[in-house]
């Protein structure tokens, strides 16, 4: 089984970033956040639809959790 591919990258001024990645397979997006290296691995998006997907990690980036 092949990791999920990048599709999207970006971050903030405060460290905050995220991934957006496509797991083919399942046919779905997965956002992950970062707060500064930190993974927050338990924070992991799943949604099958793009603009979720891109809407949830701007929010992120925007206003944090």
């Not at 970033?17 to 924070?43: H, M, N, P, T």
């Amino acid at each position: 089984m092949a990791r999920p591919s990048i599709v999207h990258q970006a971050s903030d001024p405060n460290g905050r970033s995220i991934v957006i990645r496509k797991d083919i397979e399942w046919d779905e997006y997965i956002v992950q956040f970062f707060d500064g290296a930190e993974y927050l691995s338990l924070s992991d998006y799943h949604t099958s639809h793009w603009e979720d997907a891109h809407a949830t990690a701007m929010l992120y980036l925007k206003k944090g959790f």
